[in-house]
């Protein structure tokens, strides 16, 4: 028997989740996996049923997201219908260094007690991911088997190069595995990795999230165009400071490349807007102003084709970076703010919005799966795709020349994993092989298995190579493509 998620074209696709299965949902950051999780849980209290939430959020921001989403938490909180438990205090230390898994999740047994119809962990790794190993993996997914309730736990994707050992055991043992992406565009889309039983899954499932509804069908957003006019205004850059000045270091580097204009009034920048073309604004926020952040972005979003950021030193509650990614933010940064990341993300976001080359596949596509070597024109096709793609972007380039080539070949094909979207290709005179979702550490942890490949095989001599992350340094791997 199926129930359903609450999520309308999600439903629509796959008829509901089976009861008392176990799904995991995967995407980076900012891709409303907690948000397809509040949903969940809001359509089961719908349903009359009993839910639970464990998160590493505490109760209070749980409720508020829920509550700009329209879920109605803290009620079913306080009469019991609700059960919200977080990742705190001495259980999260027990469920870490817990020599026998049994023992952690015969304490969580006891803490959904009565047990609940629905169960939503976020991040669910928390409980696998131990000193334990794949024995606490093999436990959870026991557990969540037999507790009687419909799991669905969350875990970032995109972050490893490949899963640890205890991950990939439960994705495996899963019932359904979902993929969440946020496109430039500022819609969300859901991928249907496995299901089971399976069904006509014919590519992803395009979502907005909305204020007061949660995730549902798109109704229609603004495309934004890069015009000739907004082209010249690329580098120029609006700040407005809400509350608190900008640190030194960040304002000059801001002035230092661009050309910035300071302001300190909502309304002085709404006139700036008017009459003058932005590449970026940034809305430098303390954190008890940021609701007036998010009217200002709103109001800024159609007014300006530009890159809007909200950016804070401290650090900002969910709803806010959820509030101001609906009314039109491109991107949040909070936290500690590193300016390296910092250029990294406003060059993407407005790589995001230039059009798209003419690469010979969408940019928004999963990436296809290639057994062999391409050949040096696809390869760079591929290459540029991914590069000017918002949600396939991010992923690491190594350039490897050694002395024997037929064996470095294929000691890269025998290394990559090509369901993941790793590909192999000549550039240059060199080999190279791009590595989807992998940052550049996991790429020289990589390159270090291509070596002893490379050895086994018979190769002599030293590899050389270059590992270029993106999108830190897309201009160097652009010029290597173009070359």
Not at 148 to 170: F, I, K, Y
Not at 320 to 331: E, H, N, T, V
Not at 454 to 464: E, I, K, N, T
Request: net charge negative; with cysteine.
């Amino acid at each position: 028997m199926n129930v359903l998620t609450g999520i309308g074209p999600l439903d629509d696709r796959i008829g509901g989740v089976r009861r008392e299965g176990l799904y995991l949902l995967t995407g980076g950051a900012e891709t409303a996996k907690l948000a397809c999780q509040l949903q969940f849980v809001d359509q089961g209290l719908r349903d009359g049923e009993r839910v639970g939430v464990l998160s590493a959020a505490t109760p209070e921001d749980l409720a508020e997201q829920a509550d700009y989403l329209g879920f109605d938490l803290r009620n079913h909180w306080r009469n019991g219908s609700c059960v919200l438990l977080g990742f705190k205090g001495e259980y999260a230390r027990r469920v870490v260094h817990a020599p026998s898994p049994d023992e952690a999740f015969a304490e969580l047994t006891r803490l959904i007690d009565p047990p609940v119809d629905r169960l939503v962990v976020d991040p669910g790794s928390f409980l696998w991911s131990t000193r334990a190993g794949i024995s606490m993996a093999q436990a959870f997914a026991l557990w969540a088997e037999s507790s009687g309730s419909t799991v669905m736990a969350s875990l970032a994707a995109g972050l490893d190069e490949r899963p640890d050992p205890a991950t990939e055991w439960v994705l495996q043992r899963a019932t359904g595995v979902f993929h969440f992406a946020r496109r430039s565009n500022g819609l969300h889309e859901i991928s249907i990795q496995r299901l089971t039983p399976p069904v006509d899954a014919s590519g992803p499932i395009s979502l907005d999230l909305v204020a007061e509804r949660g995730l549902c069908a798109p109704s229609g957003r603004i495309e934004r165009r890069w015009t000739d006019r907004r082209a010249e205004a690329a580098d120029k850059v609006l700040l407005l400071r809400l509350g608190t000045d900008v640190p030194k270091d960040l304002k000059d580097w801001l002035t230092s490349s661009r050309k910035t204009v300071d302001a300190s009034a909502g309304m002085d920048v709404i006139q700036r807007l008017q009459s003058e073309e932005f590449g970026l604004v940034i809305v430098y926020v303390e954190r008890n102003r940021s609701d007036e952040a998010v009217e200002f972005i709103r109001a800024a979003r159609g007014l300006t084709a530009g890159v809007i950021l909200l950016l804070s030193d401290q650090e900002l509650r969910s709803g806010d970076r959820a509030q101001a990614l609906d009314a039109g933010a491109d991107d949040v940064l909070s936290h500690g703010i590193h300016l390296k990341e910092l250029d990294a993300r406003i060059r993407r976001a407005l790589d995001s919005t230039r059009p798209t080359r003419d690469t010979g596949r969408d940019p928004t596509e999963t990436p296809v799966p290639v057994s062999g070597q391409l050949s040096a024109d696809e390869f760079v096709r591929v290459v540029a795709g991914r590069l000017d793609s918002s949600e396939l972007g991010h992923f690491s380039l190594i350039r490897v020349t050694g002395s024997d080539a037929k064996v470095l070949g294929e000691a890269l094909l025998a290394t990559v994993r090509a369901e993941s979207g790793d590909v192999v290709g000549p550039l240059g005179t060199s080999l190279a092989v791009l590595l989807q979702d992998v940052r550049a550490q996991q790429a020289a942890a990589f390159l270090e298995r291509v070596r002893a490949a490379f050895r086994q095989g018979g190769g002599s001599g030293s590899l050389d190579a270059e590992v270029l992350a993106n999108p830190e340094e897309a201009d160097r791997i652009r010029e290597l493509i173009e070359a």
